[in-house]
């Protein structure tokens, strides 16, 4: 019998990657989708990659425990993916409480439902590098120390912590990769690596003529998510649950990121870019740095592409994207 699997956060960039990849290997694949008035758009990411049709989608809300509860009873899944958040560092900030209640409590709820409908399920959290905060290690491993600068890596902590107790208390096969930012041409338009994607695509065409940031010396350890969604997927076959760091192991500061993007064009960012104090952070993660060892030695994980191959197949995407009316082209 094919396997089951139940995602939340499906409409979002890492859920429709890891739909695509679990479909394609015969799994029957369940997503929660929040009530929204705007459904036939919530689902863009799924039709961009033409799975939309292949999922089942069942109505829940991370902040609503019974309906979580039914939809694991609906879906009987053998694994279920945690993926559902409010995603965006800068907004945590403004909501801070919104942001607990979905990105820490949420990830509770989901637990609980698990623990409730089907304990045998295997479980994944989409915790995050965001947790390292104020770096305390030149590269973050499974072993640093967590310092969250944010109410969402505050509220990241809570629910990592909440799954490594509830793997040590119900015995429940409940893994955590600790992932760092990955992008994709399906990135929210708000994170650093989109924006400026979209920004360099639209000056190109003539449509815009400036790319506004806030701190473009922070470094991040930029992947691809089609490459992290393997490693999710990986973590939920091994015998036993654990934590993974999941990174690239190469850091790179927003500067230069920029300069790939204008230089994939052909222009100079020095004639578009404008610093915009109001975008810098209240607290700031200066850098990371992930070291992926453990997900390479033990689930033979290893990222597959560039950070140069990722930021021109964004921008070739966004130049697509504005020759058809701002519709993102099917890959
Ligand atoms: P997105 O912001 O693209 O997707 C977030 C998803 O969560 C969307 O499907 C959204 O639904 C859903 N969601 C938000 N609030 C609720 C709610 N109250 N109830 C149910 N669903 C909700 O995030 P990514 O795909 O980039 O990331 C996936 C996960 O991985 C997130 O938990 C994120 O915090 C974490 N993470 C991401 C990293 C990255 O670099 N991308 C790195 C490390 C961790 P809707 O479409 O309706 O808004
Ligand atoms: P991040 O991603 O906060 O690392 O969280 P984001 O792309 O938003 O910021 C990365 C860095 O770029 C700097 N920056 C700007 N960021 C945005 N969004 N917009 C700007 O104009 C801008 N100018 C400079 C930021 O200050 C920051 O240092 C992402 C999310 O996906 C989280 O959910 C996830 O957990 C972490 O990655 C790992």
């Known amino acids: ?40 758009i919530a689902d863009h990411r799924l039709r961009w990659l033409k799975i939309q049709k292949d999922v089942r989608f069942l109505d829940a809300n991370l902040t609503d425990l019974s309906s979580l509860v039914r939809s694991v009873e609906a879906a009987r899944p053998d694994e279920v993916y945690n993926l559902g958040a409010q995603s965006y560092v800068a907004s945590s900030w403004q909501q801070p409480l919104l942001t607990g209640n979905v990105t820490g409590l949420g990830a509770a709820n989901v637990l609980e439902a698990v623990r409730i409908a089907q304990p045998n399920a295997h479980f994944y959290q989409a915790s995050s590098s965001e947790m390292f ?7 973050q491993s499974e072993r640093t120390p967590f310092y969250p600068r944010s109410p969402y890596g505050a509220a990241k902590l809570f629910a990592h912590w909440m799954t490594v107790n509830y793997r040590e208390s119900f015995a429940m096969h409940a893994s955590s990769g600790i992932l760092f930012n990955h992008e994709s041409p399906l990135r929210g338009i708000e994170f650093v690596t989109r924006k400026v994607t979209d920004a360099v695509a639209r000056i190109k065409l003539g449509l815009s003529d400036e790319l506004r940031l806030g701190n473009i010396d922070a470094k991040r350890d930029w992947g691809h998510a089609r490459d992290y969604v393997e490693a999710m997927w990986m973590m939920l076959q091994q015998e036993k649950p654990d934590d993974y760091v999941v990174a690239t192991g190469r850091t790179t500061s927003v500067r230069d990121m920029v300069e790939i993007a ?4 052909g222009l100079k960012s020095s004639n578009y870019l404008v610093i915009d104090p109001a975008l810098f952070r209240p607290a700031e993660v200066d850098i990371l740095l992930g070291d ?24 070739d995407a966004d130049l697509e994207r504005h020759n058809n009316q701002g519709h993102l082209v099917p890959a």
């Open 292 to 315: 992926p060892t453990k997900a390479r030695k033990t689930l033979g994980w290893e990222p597959k592409t560039t950070l140069e191959e990722m930021i021109c197949e964004m921008v």
């Open 262 to 265: 204008f230089g994939h064009v």
């Open 1 to 40: 019998m094919a396997p089951t699997a139940l995602i939340t956060g499906i409409t979002g960039q890492d859920g429709a990657y890891l739909a695509q990849l679990l479909l394609g290997k015969g799994y029957e694949v369940y997503g929660v989708v929040r009530r929204s008035s705007h459904f036939g």
């Open 133 to 139: 905060g104020l770096i305390q290690e030149a590269h």
